[in-house]
């Protein structure tokens, strides 16, 4: 069972906007068939409708092109008016569904999520992620306040490689140059 793409927390609504908008069908506990896209149009309404009301939104970003990997069997099942909301690519064995990150948020408030994701997306090619806090996000002061784009990291397993480059970029600044050896005193 997949987890849901919307969570009421007090007067905040997260949203994931990721892979958990793809809803599945476990009507035969053999298959998992896709069976819709969050959000239908009044769901999409309901989240502006409590922006709106000044109720705090959260966006909850991956990518920008959000891709499911599924069975190629899976994807033949997909009821044909929702395969229209999105790409499917196949090899005929292993299919992948193509989301289109934010495409239920009017446009300035899409380009403005869209904007913050190029922004992390800088700052993880400038940084080693080990140095950054798993959650990124947007700094205050946009319009409306009371929603904000933010995105979850995952966190990569920690291996030797990795080890060795975070010690790289730690150590960088630190001087390998040996002091001068100290001047012979004569007497």
């Not at 995952?154 to 730690?170: F, H, W």
């Amino acid at each position: 069972m997949s987890s849901p793409p919307v969570l009421r927390c007090g007067n905040t609504l997260v949203v994931f906007d990721g892979p958990r908008r793809l809803l599945w069908s476990t009507s035969d506990p053999r298959h998992c068939t896709p069976a819709g896209l969050w959000p239908a149009p009044g769901q999409a309404a309901e989240v502006l409708d409590h922006l709106a009301a000044d109720g705090n939104v959260l966006v909850l970003l991956d990518q920008e092109r959000i891709t499911v990997p599924m069975f190629a069997d899976e994807a033949a099942h997909i009821p044909e008016e929702l395969a229209a909301r999105f790409t499917i690519t196949t090899d005929g064995v292993l299919s992948e569904l193509h989301l289109t990150a934010l495409d239920w948020l009017p446009e300035h408030l899409r380009r403005r999520g869209l904007r913050f994701l190029r922004d992390a997306a800088r700052l993880l090619a400038r940084e080693h992620d080990l140095l950054l806090p798993p959650l990124l996000v947007e700094e205050p002061g946009s319009e409306p306040s009371n929603l904000r784009f933010a995105q979850l990291r995952s966190v990569r397993p920690i291996d030797q490689e990795r080890i060795a480059l975070l010690s790289d970029r730690l150590f960088a600044q630190v001087s390998t140059v040996t002091p001068p050896p100290a001047p012979e005193v004569s007497s």
